[in-house]
């Protein structure tokens, strides 16, 4: 059982930066692809990117590219969320999510969920 916890979240102005830190234990990370979700009040929740194994592939969705960079620790099991240039549309609450093996396929299901962590962009 891996268990993940979310941290970094925050109020911040339009503008400005925020950096996601995402924890995990209770199993080998480096077993894990890891991504980042967002809800958004009274909507979906979305992808926002994902990294995988090893560190060195990361996607990002059309929303965030150029605003955010994705990196992971496998040393200290934590993946982070840098997110820059940031707006009030990405006020949501953010996911850190983790599934088994090299990478994240478009429509693979989590095995593993944070709690989230609030990000909230005033204007």
């Known amino acids: 059982q891996v268990q993940l916890v979310e941290s970094g979240g925050g109020l911040v102005q339009a503008g400005g930066s925020l950096r996601l830190s995402c924890a995990a234990s209770g199993g080998t990370f480096s077993n894990y692809a890891m991504a980042w979700f967002r809800q958004a009040p009274g909507k979906e929740r979305e992808f926002v990117s994902q990294?995988?194994?090893?560190?060195?592939?990361?996607y990002y969705a059309d929303s965030v590219k150029g605003r955010a960079a994705v990196s992971r620790d496998n040393a200290k099991n934590i993946v982070y969320l840098q997110m820059n240039s940031l707006k009030p549309e990405d006020t949501a609450v953010y996911y850190c999510?983790?599934?088994?093996?090299?990478?994240?396929?478009?429509?693979?299901?989590?095995?593993?969920w944070g709690q989230g962590t609030q990000v909230t962009v005033s204007s």
């Open positions: 990294i995988n194994w090893s560190g060195d592939i990361q």
């Open positions: 999510a983790a599934k088994r093996g090299i990478i994240w396929y478009d429509g693979d299901e989590a095995d593993y």
